[in-house]
């Protein structure tokens, strides 16, 4: 089984950055990819960003480009988001995603979420 963790959250100002880390653990050799979504009151989770990890090629939601960055350290099993240029409708609970393959279909596992309040 694979098990993630998310930490980083908090609250800081509009403009400011924060960096949120995920570290996986359990049968990470499973770990195709692994991803941050998030999810404020009242609206559905969203895709942020993902990174794979046998390419290291990464995506992201059209919202965050050019704001936040995915990257990951192989050695320590974790993967990080770094979001500069925060804005209020940044404020949600981020959640870590592995994704892993079961019988050739791609299943995520989460996380249980880190809240980020952006105050403007």
């Known amino acids: 089984q694979v098990q993630v963790v998310e930490s980083g959250g908090g609250l800081v100002q509009t403009g400011d950055s924060l960096r949120l880390s995920c570290v996986a653990s359990?049968?990470?050799?499973?770990?195709?990819?692994t991803g941050w979504f998030r999810q404020s009151p009242g609206k559905e989770r969203e895709f942020v960003a993902r990174?794979?990890?046998?390419?290291?090629?990464?995506s992201y939601a059209d919202s965050v480009k050019g704001r936040f960055t995915i990257s990951r350290d192989n050695a320590k099993n974790t993967q990080y988001l770094q979001m500069n240029s925060l804005k209020a409708e940044d404020t949600a609970v981020y959640f870590c995603?592995?994704?892993?393959?079961?019988?050739?279909?791609?299943?995520?596992?989460w996380g249980q979420g880190t809240q980020v309040t952006v105050s403007s």
């Open positions: 995603a592995a994704y892993i393959i079961v019988f050739s279909t791609e299943h995520r596992l």
């Open positions: 359990g049968r990470t050799s499973a770990i195709v990819a």
């Open positions: 990174i794979n990890w046998t390419d290291e090629a990464s």
